[in-house]
Protein backbone atom coordinates (compact mmCIF):
# COMPACT_ATOMS: atom_id res chain seq x y z
CA UNK A 1 0.00 0.00 0.00
CA UNK A 2 1.49 3.61 -0.50
CA UNK A 3 2.76 5.37 2.15
CA UNK A 4 1.16 8.36 3.99
CA UNK A 5 3.98 10.25 4.22
CA UNK A 6 4.29 14.11 3.37
CA UNK A 7 6.09 16.05 0.33
CA UNK A 8 7.55 18.99 1.07
CA UNK A 9 8.85 22.11 -1.25
CA UNK A 10 9.44 25.41 -1.74
CA UNK A 11 7.38 27.38 -4.17
CA UNK A 12 7.16 30.71 -5.04
CA UNK A 13 9.00 31.83 -1.48
CA UNK A 14 6.56 30.05 0.64
CA UNK A 15 6.86 26.39 2.03
CA UNK A 16 4.02 23.95 0.27
CA UNK A 17 3.39 20.09 1.00
CA UNK A 18 1.19 17.23 0.31
CA UNK A 19 0.48 13.43 0.58
CA UNK A 20 3.06 11.64 -0.63
CA UNK A 21 2.16 8.36 -2.47
CA UNK A 22 4.72 5.39 -3.50
CA UNK A 23 3.86 1.84 -4.00
CA UNK A 24 6.99 0.61 -3.16
CA UNK A 25 7.29 2.40 0.44
CA UNK A 26 9.93 4.64 -0.68
CA UNK A 27 10.47 7.65 1.30
CA UNK A 28 9.65 11.10 -0.10
CA UNK A 29 12.42 12.96 -1.77
CA UNK A 30 14.88 15.16 0.60
CA UNK A 31 15.51 17.93 -2.23
CA UNK A 32 12.57 18.77 -4.33
CA UNK A 33 12.68 20.86 -7.38
CA UNK A 34 10.50 22.59 -9.91
CA UNK A 35 10.90 21.51 -13.58
CA UNK A 36 8.99 22.23 -16.88
CA UNK A 37 9.15 21.86 -20.22
CA UNK A 38 12.41 24.16 -20.66
CA UNK A 39 14.34 21.63 -18.35
CA UNK A 40 16.54 19.29 -20.59
CA UNK A 41 17.10 15.88 -20.52
CA UNK A 42 20.46 16.10 -19.72
CA UNK A 43 19.89 18.09 -16.50
CA UNK A 44 17.22 16.52 -15.31
CA UNK A 45 19.19 13.01 -15.39
CA UNK A 46 22.06 14.68 -13.78
CA UNK A 47 19.33 16.30 -10.87
CA UNK A 48 17.40 12.40 -11.05
CA UNK A 49 21.18 10.39 -10.25
CA UNK A 50 21.92 12.68 -7.31
CA UNK A 51 18.81 12.21 -5.47
CA UNK A 52 17.08 15.61 -6.83
CA UNK A 53 12.67 14.98 -7.21
CA UNK A 54 11.71 17.06 -10.16
CA UNK A 55 8.17 17.81 -9.26
CA UNK A 56 6.46 19.14 -12.78
CA UNK A 57 4.42 22.32 -13.23
CA UNK A 58 4.87 21.87 -17.23
CA UNK A 59 3.12 20.18 -19.88
CA UNK A 60 1.82 16.40 -19.09
CA UNK A 61 3.03 14.69 -22.58
CA UNK A 62 5.82 16.57 -22.70
CA UNK A 63 6.61 15.09 -18.98
CA UNK A 64 5.94 11.80 -20.34
CA UNK A 65 8.70 12.08 -23.09
CA UNK A 66 11.13 13.77 -20.54
CA UNK A 67 10.60 9.99 -18.58
CA UNK A 68 11.62 8.18 -22.32
CA UNK A 69 14.53 10.56 -22.22
CA UNK A 70 15.73 9.56 -18.81
CA UNK A 71 14.74 5.54 -19.54
CA UNK A 72 16.97 5.83 -22.89
CA UNK A 73 20.07 7.53 -20.50
CA UNK A 74 19.77 5.23 -17.38
CA UNK A 75 19.98 2.29 -20.04
CA UNK A 76 23.15 3.61 -21.80
CA UNK A 77 26.47 2.26 -21.73
CA UNK A 78 29.53 4.15 -20.76
CA UNK A 79 31.37 5.10 -24.47
CA UNK A 80 34.74 4.64 -22.81
CA UNK A 81 35.82 2.38 -19.67
CA UNK A 82 39.33 1.87 -18.51
CA UNK A 83 38.87 -1.67 -18.91
CA UNK A 84 35.95 -3.90 -20.17
CA UNK A 85 33.33 -4.94 -17.38
CA UNK A 86 34.41 -8.05 -16.12
CA UNK A 87 31.97 -10.93 -16.71
CA UNK A 88 29.75 -12.41 -13.40
CA UNK A 89 31.46 -15.21 -11.60
CA UNK A 90 28.64 -16.84 -11.61
CA UNK A 91 24.35 -17.12 -12.13
CA UNK A 92 23.68 -15.95 -9.02
CA UNK A 93 26.42 -12.92 -9.26
CA UNK A 94 24.16 -11.89 -12.24
CA UNK A 95 21.36 -11.79 -10.73
CA UNK A 96 22.16 -9.70 -8.07
CA UNK A 97 23.76 -7.37 -10.67
CA UNK A 98 20.46 -7.38 -12.53
CA UNK A 99 18.96 -6.57 -9.29
CA UNK A 100 20.94 -3.77 -8.68
CA UNK A 101 20.80 -2.38 -11.75
CA UNK A 102 16.80 -2.59 -11.89
CA UNK A 103 16.52 -0.82 -8.66
CA UNK A 104 19.05 1.90 -9.56
CA UNK A 105 16.93 2.36 -12.89
CA UNK A 106 13.91 2.64 -10.36
CA UNK A 107 14.95 5.32 -8.27
CA UNK A 108 16.44 7.35 -11.11
CA UNK A 109 12.86 7.04 -12.96
CA UNK A 110 11.07 7.40 -9.53
CA UNK A 111 12.26 11.55 -9.42
CA UNK A 112 10.08 12.71 -11.81
CA UNK A 113 7.16 13.78 -10.02
CA UNK A 114 3.20 14.78 -10.47
CA UNK A 115 1.02 17.08 -8.55
CA UNK A 116 -2.55 15.44 -8.49
CA UNK A 117 -5.64 17.21 -7.22
CA UNK A 118 -8.03 15.77 -3.97
CA UNK A 119 -9.98 14.32 -6.74
CA UNK A 120 -7.17 12.74 -8.41
CA UNK A 121 -7.44 15.19 -11.16
CA UNK A 122 -3.49 16.30 -12.56
CA UNK A 123 -3.63 20.15 -12.80
CA UNK A 124 -1.41 19.96 -15.90
CA UNK A 125 -1.85 20.96 -19.74
CA UNK A 126 -2.66 18.12 -21.58
CA UNK A 127 -2.85 16.21 -18.79
CA UNK A 128 -5.58 12.66 -18.81
CA UNK A 129 -8.22 11.98 -16.71
CA UNK A 130 -6.74 8.99 -14.80
CA UNK A 131 -9.09 9.58 -12.10
CA UNK A 132 -10.27 5.88 -12.34
CA UNK A 133 -7.28 4.41 -12.44
CA UNK A 134 -6.31 5.88 -9.28
CA UNK A 135 -9.66 4.72 -7.15
CA UNK A 136 -9.01 1.49 -8.39
CA UNK A 137 -5.40 1.60 -6.64
CA UNK A 138 -5.89 3.90 -4.16
CA UNK A 139 -9.63 3.53 -3.05
CA UNK A 140 -12.20 6.80 -3.57
CA UNK A 141 -10.21 10.48 -3.36
CA UNK A 142 -10.73 12.06 0.23
CA UNK A 143 -9.99 15.58 -1.02
CA UNK A 144 -6.16 15.88 -0.75
CA UNK A 145 -3.83 16.64 -2.56
CA UNK A 146 -0.89 14.35 -3.44
CA UNK A 147 1.95 13.62 -5.36
CA UNK A 148 3.19 10.29 -6.95
CA UNK A 149 6.09 9.91 -9.66
CA UNK A 150 5.23 9.30 -13.15
CA UNK A 151 6.31 6.39 -13.89
CA UNK A 152 3.63 4.91 -10.57
CA UNK A 153 1.11 6.62 -12.44
CA UNK A 154 2.13 5.22 -15.91
CA UNK A 155 2.07 1.66 -13.89
CA UNK A 156 -1.75 2.61 -12.61
CA UNK A 157 -2.54 3.22 -16.05
CA UNK A 158 -1.37 -0.03 -17.58
CA UNK A 159 -2.90 -1.80 -14.57
CA UNK A 160 -6.39 -0.16 -15.64
CA UNK A 161 -5.97 -0.96 -18.66
CA UNK A 162 -5.04 -4.86 -17.81
CA UNK A 163 -8.11 -4.80 -15.63
CA UNK A 164 -10.65 -3.95 -18.10
CA UNK A 165 -9.28 -6.25 -20.69
CA UNK A 166 -8.38 -8.93 -18.74
CA UNK A 167 -5.94 -12.17 -19.25
CA UNK A 168 -7.21 -14.85 -21.67
CA UNK A 169 -6.88 -18.59 -19.86
CA UNK A 170 -7.52 -21.33 -21.82
CA UNK A 171 -7.58 -23.76 -19.10
CA UNK A 172 -10.74 -21.84 -18.11
CA UNK A 173 -12.48 -23.01 -21.33
CA UNK A 174 -13.36 -20.94 -24.40
CA UNK A 175 -13.65 -17.18 -24.82
CA UNK A 176 -15.43 -15.13 -23.51
CA UNK A 177 -15.88 -16.67 -20.23
CA UNK A 178 -12.16 -17.38 -19.63
CA UNK A 179 -10.64 -14.32 -18.71
CA UNK A 180 -9.13 -13.21 -15.50
CA UNK A 181 -8.90 -9.82 -14.59
CA UNK A 182 -6.18 -8.71 -12.43
CA UNK A 183 -6.53 -5.67 -9.85
CA UNK A 184 -3.75 -3.16 -9.42
CA UNK A 185 -0.77 -4.81 -7.23
CA UNK A 186 -1.92 -8.21 -7.58
CA UNK A 187 0.28 -10.26 -9.80
CA UNK A 188 -1.61 -10.98 -13.48
CA UNK A 189 -1.09 -14.58 -14.38
CA UNK A 190 1.00 -14.35 -17.82
CA UNK A 191 2.17 -17.74 -16.64
CA UNK A 192 0.36 -19.58 -18.77
CA UNK A 193 1.85 -22.93 -17.91
CA UNK A 194 1.67 -23.32 -14.30
CA UNK A 195 -2.24 -23.17 -14.66
CA UNK A 196 -2.65 -25.70 -17.44
CA UNK A 197 -0.56 -28.14 -14.92
CA UNK A 198 -3.22 -27.74 -12.16
CA UNK A 199 -5.69 -27.89 -15.23
CA UNK A 200 -4.52 -31.13 -16.61
CA UNK A 201 -3.60 -32.82 -13.02
CA UNK A 202 -5.85 -35.60 -11.95
CA UNK A 203 -7.35 -34.65 -9.01
CA UNK A 204 -7.14 -37.13 -5.88
CA UNK A 205 -9.86 -39.85 -5.69
CA UNK A 206 -12.98 -38.28 -4.44
CA UNK A 207 -11.60 -34.60 -4.16
CA UNK A 208 -15.19 -32.48 -2.63
CA UNK A 209 -13.04 -30.06 -1.38
CA UNK A 210 -9.84 -28.51 -2.14
CA UNK A 211 -7.59 -25.66 -0.80
CA UNK A 212 -6.03 -22.50 -2.77
CA UNK A 213 -3.47 -21.38 -0.80
CA UNK A 214 -2.14 -17.28 -1.77
CA UNK A 215 -4.89 -17.25 -4.54
CA UNK A 216 -4.05 -13.99 -5.55
CA UNK A 217 -6.44 -13.25 -8.70
CA UNK A 218 -8.51 -16.25 -8.06
CA UNK A 219 -6.89 -18.36 -11.16
CA UNK A 220 -6.22 -21.33 -9.65
CA UNK A 221 -9.67 -21.45 -7.28
CA UNK A 222 -11.62 -20.80 -10.48
CA UNK A 223 -9.41 -23.82 -12.71
CA UNK A 224 -10.68 -26.18 -9.11
CA UNK A 225 -13.94 -25.28 -9.14
CA UNK A 226 -14.71 -25.24 -12.88
CA UNK A 227 -13.00 -28.63 -12.93
CA UNK A 228 -15.69 -29.88 -10.66
CA UNK A 229 -14.29 -29.37 -6.88
CA UNK A 230 -17.82 -28.56 -5.02
CA UNK A 231 -15.78 -26.68 -3.13
CA UNK A 232 -12.81 -24.79 -2.77
CA UNK A 233 -11.50 -22.61 0.54
CA UNK A 234 -8.81 -19.75 -0.81
CA UNK A 235 -6.86 -18.02 1.01
CA UNK A 236 -4.79 -15.25 0.83
CA UNK A 237 -3.50 -12.10 3.31
CA UNK A 238 -3.59 -9.05 0.87
CA UNK A 239 -6.85 -7.49 0.93
CA UNK A 240 -6.68 -6.42 -2.75
CA UNK A 241 -6.16 -9.88 -3.97
CA UNK A 242 -9.28 -10.99 -2.51
CA UNK A 243 -11.38 -8.35 -3.67
CA UNK A 244 -10.06 -9.36 -6.94
CA UNK A 245 -10.53 -12.56 -6.59
CA UNK A 246 -14.08 -12.04 -5.49
CA UNK A 247 -14.97 -10.26 -9.00
CA UNK A 248 -13.22 -12.71 -10.93
CA UNK A 249 -15.13 -15.68 -9.24
CA UNK A 250 -18.13 -13.65 -9.77
CA UNK A 251 -18.14 -12.59 -13.32
CA UNK A 252 -16.71 -16.58 -14.29
CA UNK A 253 -19.70 -17.82 -12.07
CA UNK A 254 -17.65 -19.72 -9.41
CA UNK A 255 -18.67 -18.17 -6.19
CA UNK A 256 -20.83 -20.99 -5.31
CA UNK A 257 -18.41 -23.21 -5.16
CA UNK A 258 -15.65 -21.08 -3.25
CA UNK A 259 -14.88 -18.96 -0.03
CA UNK A 260 -12.36 -16.78 0.13
CA UNK A 261 -10.80 -16.08 3.46
CA UNK A 262 -8.16 -13.77 4.32
CA UNK A 263 -5.51 -15.61 6.46
CA UNK A 264 -1.69 -16.65 5.80
CA UNK A 265 -1.47 -20.14 4.54
CA UNK A 266 -3.84 -22.61 5.21
CA UNK A 267 -7.24 -22.27 6.64
CA UNK A 268 -8.93 -24.78 9.49
CA UNK A 269 -9.54 -27.96 8.93
CA UNK A 270 -8.33 -30.38 6.69
CA UNK A 271 -8.99 -31.30 2.80
CA UNK A 272 -7.89 -33.28 0.17
CA UNK A 273 -6.24 -31.46 -2.17
CA UNK A 274 -4.18 -28.63 -1.05
CA UNK A 275 -2.90 -26.09 -3.50
CA UNK A 276 -0.23 -23.63 -3.45
CA UNK A 277 1.89 -21.45 -6.30
CA UNK A 278 4.41 -19.70 -4.28
CA UNK A 279 6.54 -16.41 -5.43
CA UNK A 280 9.99 -18.63 -6.89
CA UNK A 281 12.52 -16.83 -6.04
CA UNK A 282 14.33 -17.03 -2.35
CA UNK A 283 15.23 -12.94 -2.28
CA UNK A 284 13.90 -9.84 -0.71
CA UNK A 285 10.96 -7.81 -2.84
CA UNK A 286 11.01 -4.25 -3.44
CA UNK A 287 7.67 -3.58 -3.67
CA UNK A 288 4.62 -4.79 -2.81
CA UNK A 289 4.15 -6.65 -6.42
CA UNK A 290 7.03 -8.14 -6.18
CA UNK A 291 5.55 -10.09 -3.61
CA UNK A 292 4.15 -12.36 -5.70
CA UNK A 293 7.80 -12.89 -7.32
CA UNK A 294 10.03 -12.79 -4.88
CA UNK A 295 9.45 -15.11 -1.22
CA UNK A 296 12.35 -13.87 1.04
CA UNK A 297 14.08 -16.76 3.20
CA UNK A 298 11.49 -19.01 1.20
CA UNK A 299 9.51 -18.08 3.98
CA UNK A 300 5.84 -18.90 2.38
CA UNK A 301 7.21 -22.36 0.77
CA UNK A 302 8.68 -23.57 3.94
CA UNK A 303 5.24 -22.41 5.67
CA UNK A 304 3.34 -24.29 2.81
CA UNK A 305 5.67 -27.56 3.27
CA UNK A 306 5.66 -27.12 7.32
CA UNK A 307 1.83 -26.69 7.77
CA UNK A 308 0.85 -29.27 4.86
CA UNK A 309 0.80 -32.45 6.88
CA UNK A 310 -1.64 -30.97 9.55
CA UNK A 311 -3.98 -29.82 6.78
CA UNK A 312 -4.41 -32.83 4.29
CA UNK A 313 -6.99 -35.60 4.60
CA UNK A 314 -6.02 -39.11 5.07
CA UNK A 315 -4.18 -40.22 1.28
CA UNK A 316 -4.88 -36.63 0.17
CA UNK A 317 -2.69 -34.56 -2.14
CA UNK A 318 -0.49 -31.41 -1.75
CA UNK A 319 0.13 -29.55 -5.12
CA UNK A 320 3.31 -27.35 -5.53
CA UNK A 321 3.28 -24.99 -8.13
CA UNK A 322 7.29 -24.09 -8.63
CA UNK A 323 9.65 -23.16 -10.93
CA UNK A 324 13.25 -24.15 -10.95
CA UNK A 325 14.37 -20.67 -11.68
CA UNK A 326 15.94 -20.47 -8.39
CA UNK A 327 18.34 -23.38 -8.57
CA UNK A 328 19.55 -22.17 -11.99
CA UNK A 329 20.50 -18.90 -10.27
CA UNK A 330 22.00 -20.73 -7.82
CA UNK A 331 19.51 -18.87 -5.14
CA UNK A 332 18.17 -22.42 -3.94
CA UNK A 333 19.34 -25.92 -4.39
CA UNK A 334 17.11 -29.34 -5.68
CA UNK A 335 19.00 -31.14 -2.57
CA UNK A 336 17.75 -27.77 -0.30
CA UNK A 337 14.12 -28.44 -2.37
CA UNK A 338 14.06 -31.90 -1.15
CA UNK A 339 15.61 -32.03 2.21
CA UNK A 340 12.56 -28.85 2.77
CA UNK A 341 10.24 -31.87 1.76
CA UNK A 342 11.59 -34.25 3.98
CA UNK A 343 12.05 -32.09 6.93
CA UNK A 344 8.07 -31.62 6.88
CA UNK A 345 7.25 -35.36 7.17
CA UNK A 346 5.92 -35.41 3.17
CA UNK A 347 7.23 -37.20 0.64
CA UNK A 348 6.92 -36.60 -3.45
CA UNK A 349 4.11 -38.57 -4.99
CA UNK A 350 5.02 -37.61 -8.57
CA UNK A 351 6.17 -34.64 -10.76
CA UNK A 352 4.97 -33.15 -14.64
CA UNK A 353 7.37 -30.51 -15.58
CA UNK A 354 6.52 -28.07 -18.14
CA UNK A 355 8.46 -25.74 -20.49
CA UNK A 356 7.78 -21.69 -20.10
CA UNK A 357 6.64 -20.35 -22.87
CA UNK A 358 7.30 -16.46 -21.93
CA UNK A 359 8.93 -13.93 -24.25
CA UNK A 360 12.49 -14.47 -21.77
CA UNK A 361 12.78 -17.65 -22.22
CA UNK A 362 13.92 -17.28 -25.72
CA UNK A 363 15.53 -14.12 -25.89
CA UNK A 364 19.25 -14.00 -25.51
CA UNK A 365 19.83 -10.68 -24.97
CA UNK A 366 18.09 -10.68 -21.63
CA UNK A 367 20.55 -10.84 -18.43
CA UNK A 368 19.53 -14.00 -17.16
CA UNK A 369 18.92 -15.62 -20.42
CA UNK A 370 21.22 -18.63 -19.55
CA UNK A 371 18.89 -19.46 -16.21
CA UNK A 372 15.42 -18.70 -18.57
CA UNK A 373 16.34 -20.83 -21.09
CA UNK A 374 17.11 -24.06 -18.58
CA UNK A 375 14.04 -22.91 -16.59
CA UNK A 376 11.50 -25.69 -15.88
CA UNK A 377 7.80 -25.24 -14.23
CA UNK A 378 6.66 -28.35 -12.29
CA UNK A 379 3.71 -29.73 -10.03
CA UNK A 380 4.81 -31.61 -7.40
CA UNK A 381 2.64 -34.06 -5.65
CA UNK A 382 3.09 -34.18 -2.40
CA UNK A 383 1.76 -36.68 0.32
CA UNK A 384 2.13 -37.61 4.21
CA UNK A 385 5.23 -39.92 4.46
Known amino acids: MSTQTELSWTEAGQARSARWRSESGASAPRRVQ ?13 LACEGTALLWRGDFQNARQLLQALARRAERKPR ?37 DGDYAIPLRRAPDLRAACGEA ?37 PP ?49 RRGVAKVVATDQDPRALACAAENLKRLGCSARVELLQTDLFPPDRAPLVVCNPPWLPARPSSPI ?6 EGSRMLRGFLDGLAEHL ?11 DLAEHLGLRTREQLLAMIEAAGLQVLGRRDVRPTHRKASDPGDPLHAARAAERTSLWRLGVR
Not at 82 to 88: D, E
Not at 152 to 158: F, P
Not at 313 to 323: C, Q
Open 34 to 46: LADDQLSADAAYR
Open 80 to 116: KAAKPPASPASPTEAFHLHRQAQAQRARVLAMLLIPL
Open 138 to 174: WGPPDGAPSVASLRELLGLVGAHEWRKKGVEIPALGQ
Open 177 to 225: NNRIHPHYGVFSPVRGEYVQLVADQPLPAGCERAFDIGTGTGVLAAVLA
Open 290 to 295: EHAVYD
Open 313 to 323: AEGGEGWLILS
